[in-house]
């Protein structure tokens, strides 16, 4: 069972693996939930279940949010697809508290070109600083997700919690 980031001592952010015997029996008993996998949810985030992501999404969409919480992303990265989405992002981005660490949650699956082909992965993420909290959703280009690329179509940022 894969799981969302969780916040380490210094700051940074690591995906493991958690032994089912280890977390989910718990909650599957106290759930009498024995025929699901059972994901953690938080408020004004949802569930936790990343497992409708590639591994390779996964990891480069972690790249990503470490290169924020780094400073190290640029309006000009290849991962926007259109450059004004980073400019606009990075700029609004500087209203909100520094991110310390995040959570994300399950992506949704949005077919929206007529062709029954996946077209988007919609992500949300809760971002935590050291002054607050705040959600941003990543809307990921899913036709390149497949080919092993992240380009971001857009990023919408919640209000500050």
């Not at 069972?1 to 015997?21: A, C, F, V, Y």
């Not at 050291?130 to 919640?158: H, M, P, T, Y």
């Amino acid at each position: 069972m894969r799981h969302p980031e969780e916040s380490t001592t210094n700051g940074d952010s690591e995906q493991g693996d958690i032994k089912k015997t280890f977390f989910s029996d718990k909650i599957r008993m106290m759930t009498d939930s024995f025929d699901e996998d059972v994901y953690p949810s938080m408020p004004n985030l949802g569930e936790m279940d990343v497992s409708a992501m590639s591994s390779t999404l996964y990891s480069k969409l972690t790249n990503f949010l470490t290169g924020i919480k780094n400073k190290s992303i640029k309006s000009s990265d290849s991962v926007f697809k259109e450059k004004y989405t980073g400019v606009v992002f990075l700029y609004e981005l500087g209203f909100y508290p520094e991110i310390s660490s995040w959570y994300i949650g399950s992506p949704f699956i949005a077919v929206n070109n007529g062709s029954d082909l996946e077209d988007v992965y919609e992500i949300p993420v809760l971002l935590l600083g050291k002054s607050g909290r705040f959600n941003c959703w990543i809307s990921i280009d899913a036709s390149k997700a497949s080919q092993n690329e992240f380009i971001i179509k857009s990023i919408v940022l919640g209000d500050l919690l």
